[in-house]
Nanobody, 122 residues
Framework: QVQLVESGGGLVQAGDSLRLSCAAS????????MGWFRQGPGKERVFLAA????????DYAEFVKGRFTISRDNAKNTVYLEMNNLKPEDTAVYYC???????????????WGQGTQVTVSS
């Protein structure tokens, strides 16, 4: 089983930047991708970005392109989400997930972290 732990959330002001981390542990396989989702207050969970562990492949939701960047550090078994120019509407609980690319992309991943809160004030 894969364990995922997000960190790096907090309270920031509009225009600030923040980097979230997701550390993976437990039994993992090279074909697992990692992704980021978020769920704002009263909103549905939405896909943000995904990255392959074994290939230099990334996938982004259109609305985050240019502001959010996903990356990984295999030595630390960690995936990151760099968020720039944060806006109040970015306020949400941010989750990382792991699975094969297709179920991950559609939000049906087998493994999820507990989430980290990001609050952006105006």
């Amino acid at each position: 089983q894969v364990q995922l732990v997000e960190s790096g959330g907090g309270l920031v002001q509009a225009g600030d930047s923040l980097r979230l981390s997701c550390a993976a542990s437990g039994r993992t396989f090279s074909n697992l991708w990692m992704g980021w989702f978020r769920q704002g207050p009263g909103k549905e969970r939405v896909f943000l970005a995904a990255i392959g562990w074994s290939e230099d492949s990334t996938d982004y939701a259109e609305f985050v392109k240019g502001r959010f960047t996903i990356s990984r550090d295999n030595a630390k078994n960690t995936v990151y989400l760099e968020m720039n120019n944060l806006k109040p509407e970015d306020t949400a609980v941010y989750y990382c997930a792991a699975d094969n690319p297709v179920p991950l992309r559609i939000g049906r991943a087998n493994y999820w972290g507990q989430g980290t809160q990001v609050t952006v004030s105006s």
